[in-house]
């Protein structure tokens, strides 16, 4: 039956038609009870009008129904009118598995796991009640545009007891009956006997099969030869394969349900470890390059196992729980501890476990230290500003390195002081500190302090046991008091380090980016961590002091602070949005945000355009440019991280990061992207249009040489080095004329280039920890000293050095801002716009149930 605009049934006013196939016809329709779009399915005649069929598909929907999973379609309804029956169902934003395939061809190996662990997650859930799908394929797994993952058209699940019979009695597939999609079906679908989770196991791996290699694992020329192929042969293709990747679909495809993975779990569990494996590198953010150093270019597979952090923030904290990857039947307890607006920079819990002591910026307020007795939602503070506490002794002694600024991030120089839990004065202990970890007796501290020649990590206090050039962040004592872990920053990952006090070093491994948060499990047997940003592996970890990893619990926003005695965990969720201010002409900042990570990247001359991207989710794999008017919506131009505004406003350039650096010119209007030729020379980061629009600029390499600027002038098409070897350009900061640029020399100091006589000469005024943002019509530089929240801007007189005050950034809602991110300037100072990063929800719960080692 075909329905029209305005056609009801039910409660659901028809809206227009979403699609067709062999279970119905779909519709977008409106619930007029509950004010919400919804998706009306329409079930198709042969089964409306079969009452036994219609009796099992409502028995059988009441059991989907009941199913509360993020990666499975939310079914709201059954309902007949007059002779229509129909199913009101979660109306979804995206796109098809199906159609995602067809248009952009195989996946990148990392994104297919990812894809595959949400679709095990769901599967999971479903297998826990009994039901099976039973025609899992791409058309029925749909890629939303929030990164979720869906599980569709449970047509024709059925729900089963342990003897492979469903609430009629009948068993799962009657023999000699075929039920599913052919390319799709597993070998007991195709002899037509009877079926149970494992067949759901070989549809899940011809997912990954296809969706790694781009075609089918078994495709003949018709239905039966492809049914042929499924029950004789191997499959075809998969020559580039990792051999984990390839073990594992050999796992799930066996012939013989006996010799495959027996649950999905346990298909997740795999999955779960091919992820870390197949985890990129985090790169070191470049200029305005892609913004790696926050979220990384997060998978599609936001790992919703991963949703178990997230649904914290969703609802009640014990559906954060359900993620199949804790190796326990019943799921984590979680017990909720802060309640109020902001961010949280750090948490411990007292030496009896019945406390919390953490430090927080809440609602507009500078961070300070507060006590939580748990149980009670109130919370009291101690008079501690700009405080982030550290540790607390076995005699309720807190160890908090006081800072000076920035105080909104977790990490940082600072004062470390010793304050009596109950309240009372502060007693400083030292200087230039960045971490600090009391003793198991309490009798002495852990220390990580600066010195001129980098880091040293020192305990006993005064007893150096590592050095390093590089930051050393976060120290944890081992509860035998023996040993202490620390992470160390590397060029491409932090590396975690467990030292003996007597220097042995007894681990040193890599362990993702720099957000990783660490404490010792009180056996001493292993390390737990999080990761809440860069590449993967996401959640709760555990690591042994062999090296052997094992998953806790995932979750994307889920920071580990603290481990009690117990076994208790304390962590944090959070969810965190960037966005852009802009203020226009000296006029009030107006919020010029888009999707959930804009970054602001350039402002044309007269002010009225802005040039910004858009990574995460949002932006996609290799980020979006986008310009935006004064008035008016946001113009997605392209794929690609931007870089620069051409002086005329018609083109863009972008940098689309894959394996390699790919500049590309995007047109504003009509036209069509072109790539921007480099002449032989690789580019390693983003390109400047130089005012005029004819040349640009940009660092690259030719061969095996060293990374230096390089000038591409047009009208010639040949590139040439600019200024001296081992100088780069930073953010493509030109003079009005063009005439002169801003490079940094390889200790990051700036510096002045005449580009045509090619004479340098020093910057006065500006320091190698400073970002120099913009060259005036006036003959200043606008300069901001890195890494500081508020943003402070400074204007320096490029001939004389001469320094003044010109603006400090930060949003009138200063509620968990946790950073001020680009910023840029037009060259008459009168418009400016910067990113800034949001934390907009954030609570500390205490976890139990998490498995021990």
């Not at 609802?315 to 039947?329: I, Q, Y």
């Not at 600090?436 to 600066?450: K, M």
């Amino acid at each position: 039956m075909r329905l029209s605009r305005g056609d009801r049934l039910g409660p659901y006013e028809i809206l227009s038609p979403l699609g067709a196939g062999g279970m119905g016809e779909v519709y977008r329709a409106r619930d007029s009870r509950l004010g919400r779009d919804v998706a009306v399915k329409v079930l198709p005649e042969h089964l409306a009008r079969d009452p036994d069929a219609l009796a099992r598909f409502q028995r059988e929907s009441r059991a989907v129904a009941a199913l509360s999973h993020p990666n499975i379609r939310v079914l709201h309804d059954v309902g007949q009118e007059g002779d229509v029956s129909y199913a009101a169902m979660e109306l979804l934003e995206g796109r098809s598995l199906w159609t995602t395939l067809r248009e952009e061809g195989p996946m990148k190996e990392g994104r297919a796991v990812g894809i595959a662990l949400q679709v095990a997650s769901g599967l999971s859930a479903a297998h826990e009640k009994g039901i099976v799908h039973r025609d899992l394929k791409p058309e029925n797994v749909f890629l939303c545009d929030d990164g979720l993952v869906k599980i569709l058209d449970f047509g024709l699940a059925r729900t089963a007891d342990a003897e492979g019979r469903d609430a009629a009695g009948a068993t799962l597939t009657e023999p000699g009956l075929i039920v599913g999609t052919p390319a799709y079906m597993s070998p007991e679908q195709v002899r037509g006997v009877r079926v149970d989770n494992r067949s759901d196991i070989f549809s899940l791996g011809l997912l990954l099969w296809e969706m790694a290699d781009g075609r089918p694992a078994f495709e003949g020329a018709s239905p039966t030869e492809t049914m042929h192929a499924i029950l004789k042969d191997e499959p075809r293709g998969g020559e580039a394969f990792t051999p984990g990747l390839r073990r594992l679909l050999s796992h799930c495809l066996e012939k013989n349900p006996s010799g495959r993975f027996q649950t999905v779990r346990d298909v997740g569990f795999a999955l779960e470890a091919l992820s870390h494996a197949t985890a990129p590198a985090v790169t070191a953010r470049g200029t305005r390059g892609p913004r790696l150093g926050r979220r990384g270019w997060v998978l599609a597979a936001v790992s919703v196992a991963g949703i178990a952090g997230i649904g914290l923030l969703l609802g009640p904290a014990r559906r954060a729980a359900t993620g199949f990857l804790a190796r326990h039947d019943a799921p984590p307890r979680f017990s909720r501890v802060t309640f109020r607006r902001g961010n949280i920079v750090s948490a411990r819990f007292t030496a009896d476990g019945q406390s919390v002591v953490h430090s927080a910026a809440w609602e507009d307020k500078p961070a300070d230290v507060f006590v939580t007795r748990l149980g009670r939602p109130e919370s009291r503070s101690l008079g501690l500003p700009n405080g982030m506490v550290r540790s607390v002794s076995p005699s309720s002694e807190i160890a908090a390195v006081v800072r000076r600024d920035d105080v909104y991030h977790p990490g940082g120089l600072g004062t470390l002081v010793r304050v009596p839990l109950e309240g009372g004065a502060a007693r400083t202990v030292a200087e230039e500190i960045e971490d600090a970890c009391w003793s198991p007796d309490g009798a002495t501290l852990a220390v990580i302090r600066r010195l001129e020649e980098g880091f040293v990590l020192e305990y006993p206090e005064g007893k150096v046991l590592a050095r390093s050039g590089a930051r050393l962040f976060q120290v944890r004592v081992a509860p035998s008091g023996l040993a202490v872990a620390f992470l160390e920053r590397t060029p491409d990952a932090a590396r975690l380090h467990v030292r003996r006090t007597d220097g042995l070093e007894l681990l040193s491994i890599p362990v993702g980016s720099d957000s990783v948060r660490i404490a010792w499990h009180p056996s001493g047997r292993e390390i737990w961590l999080s990761n809440r940003r860069g590449a993967p592996p996401w959640g709760l970890h555990a690591v042994s002091l062999e090296g052997r990893w094992r998953a806790l619990m995932p979750g994307v926003g889920l920071v580990l602070h603290d481990v009690a005695a117990d076994g208790r965990a304390l962590v944090e969720t959070f969810f965190l949005r960037d966005g852009i201010a802009l203020s226009a002409r000296g006029g009030k900042e107006v919020d010029f945000s888009w999707l959930e990570d804009s970054a602001a990247t350039a402002l044309s001359d007269d002010g009225k355009t802005l040039l910004f991207g858009e990574v995460g989710d949002g932006g996609g794999p290799v980020g979006s440019a986008y310009v935006r008017r004064m008035e008016g919506a946001p113009v997605r131009l392209g794929d690609g991280v931007p870089c620069s505004l051409s002086p005329d406003g018609a083109s863009v350039i972008v940098d689309v990061v894959s394996d390699r650096h790919e500049l590309t010119i995007l047109s504003t209007g009509a036209g069509q992207a072109r790539p921007l030729k480099t002449g032989g020379v690789e580019p390693r980061g983003c390109a400047f249009f130089l005012p005029g629009g004819r040349d640009v600029v940009f660092n690259g390499r030719r061969g095996s040489g060293p990374v230096r600027a390089q000038r591409l002038a047009f009208d010639a098409g040949d590139v040439r080095p600019l200024g001296p070897e081992g100088s780069t350009i930073a953010l493509g900061v030109f003079s009005p004329r063009g005439d002169r640029v801003i490079l940094v020399d390889g200790s990051g100091q700036p510096f002045v280039l005449e580009i045509g006589s090619s004479q340098v000469r020093p910057l006065a005024g500006v320091a190698p920890h400073e970002t120099v943002l913009q060259w005036s019509e006036g003959g200043e530089l606008v300069v901001r000293r890195r890494d500081r929240t508020p943003a402070r801007l400074d204007l320096v007189d490029v001939e004389t050095g001469r320094r003044r005050p010109f603006k400090t950034l930060e949003p009138d809602d200063r509620a968990g801002i946790i950073a001020i991110e680009e910023v840029v300037v037009t060259r008459d100072l009168a418009t400016y716009a910067y990113s800034f990063s949001r934390v907009l929800a954030s609570s500390l719960h205490v976890v139990e149930g998490l498995p021990a080692p």
